[in-house]
């Protein structure tokens, strides 16, 4: 069977529905209220030019880029080269990819009744769905909002049901899905309320929202500061901490929430890159959002977040929760 790949079509490729929060709006309460958490911040990763600034709500202590970026300045903040569309090119990476998908799957696999419907929200090239495919029947839906992202067509593998646009303008069902995975992408869309109300509407009560983001309140932030790597600017719309996540989670109407300490040293490695290149190597020249001494700077990341695990102040953190 071949995979089904449906897209926007061009009256649906406008911006989201729902009023877009003003320039210094908190994207996740509302609030107008705010101060400035970081200023002059910038990309240490793939150069994008410029100064950015991250406000902190008044109201809800969420950081988010502000003023908000328009559509078109957003998809323009993600070169060609950008990391997630790189589809791994030897076998060692693509093993090293799928022992890394292992320990996701097997989570999601126990919050997923016998038969069902999962949907991987940025689910690139589709690897994590098949992985997730191999161990079960599970019907398998993924999006992307970057069309080149989706994989090719394969008629020997199990039918992936795709779409091309934003999670906003799929057309699914409400009450379709067993499992939401949103892994790192919360904090990339413009309109993180807006998304999860969208989420909360096409799971089945008593489905399952997952995913992983940057931990806002961590010790790799306070150690690296402007080079943390969860800021990612400006492709980071917003940085959540436990409470900001889970305040929002709540309000949107989604219960048991829960969070917990992610072990991610690429993202240390990143950070710490980030600080070299940023500080003191400033005519390093980096290569998909990597310098040559990046393998250092992961090596250095291994001890660095099995610390800030075990102390549960993680640079990075899982989420889980469901619909009543
Ligand atoms: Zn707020």
Wanted: with cysteine; aromatic share 10%.
């Amino acid at each position: 069977m071949s995979q089904n790949v449906a897209s926007s079509s061009p009256s649906s490729s406008r911006a989201p529905a729902g009023p877009p929060p003003g320039p210094e709006a908190c994207p996740a309460c509302g609030s107008t209220a705010a101060d400035t958490a970081l200023a002059d911040a910038r990309d240490y990763e793939y150069g994008v030019p410029g100064e950015f600034r991250f406000a902190r709500c008044a109201s809800c202590a969420l950081v988010f880029l502000s003023p908000r970026p328009t559509l078109e300045q957003i998809v323009s903040y993600y070169p060609a080269e950008y990391h997630a569309y790189q589809r791994p090119t030897s076998r060692l990476f693509r093993l090293l990819d799928r022992l890394q998908y292992g320990p996701r799957v097997r989570r999601y696999r126990r919050l997923l009744p016998e038969t069902g419907r999962v949907l991987d929200v940025g689910c690139g090239d589709g690897s994590l769905l098949r992985e997730i495919g191999r161990r079960g029947p599970w019907e398998l839906y993924g999006l992307d909002f970057k069309p080149e992202a989706l994989p090719a067509s394969d008629p020997a593998a199990r039918p992936l049901h795709l779409f091309a646009g934003t999670l906003e303008q799929a057309p699914y069902e409400r009450d379709f899905f067993d499992l939401v995975v949103m892994h790192h992408v919360l904090e990339h869309v413009p309109e993180p309320a807006t998304t999860l109300r969208k989420v909360l509407e096409i799971l089945r009560p008593g489905g399952t929202l997952v995913g992983q983001l940057p931990n806002y309140d961590s010790i790799e932030r306070l150690v690296t500061g402007r080079y943390w790597n969860g800021y990612h600017t400006p492709r980071h719309m917003q940085c959540f901490s436990r409470r900001t996540l889970g305040a929002l989670l709540s309000r949107t109407g989604f219960a048991d929430v829960r969070t917990s300490p992610a072990l991610h040293p690429g993202q240390w490695a990143l950070s710490i890159q980030g600080w070299l290149a940023g500080r003191w190597l400033t005519r390093t020249r980096l290569a998909h959002g990597k310098a040559w001494f990046y393998p250092g700077c992961l090596l250095a990341g291994i001890p660095l977040t099995i610390v800030e695990t075990a102390v549960r102040r993680s640079g990075v953190m899982n989420f889980v929760a469901r619909k009543p």
